[in-house]
């Protein structure tokens, strides 16, 4: 298992991660956009252009990981509420079996389900407040 920092910005995801990047060493990863998900098309053009996904790739291993939020979809991003914690099991039962344990007492945002960028993903906010989020890959 791996756990990893998962900051959500409003819009200014790209900037951040670019700052980050000449900061602290590394190197982003693809810059995923809502634009390209299923269903984008209904999205604004600025919506569109939001990041989905990005990862700062650290030179010890670490990663960190961000995406913008969009309008409706979760709270907004505030200090204090935009980061969550991101698990990454190392098997589908394991992410069912953390998932469960976190979410007792607590709310599910998203239930685990398939996605379709390949994982078993779901998230949730424990009952002290912190915010979850499991991905589970397959090796490939």
Known sequence: MKLHAYLNFDGTTEAAFRFYAEALGGSLTDIHRFGAMPGGER??????????????????GQMLMASDRLEGWGPPPVVGNNFSISVHPDSREEADRLFAALAEGGTVTM??????????????????????MLNFEPRR
């Open 43 to 60: 999205l604004t053009e600025e919506q569109k252009n939001r990041v989905m996904h990005v990862g700062l790739q650290l030179p010890d």
């Open 111 to 132: 239930p685990l389900a398939d996605q379709f960028w390949g994982a078993y993903y779901g998230g949730l906010v424990d009952k002290f407040g912190i915010q979850w």
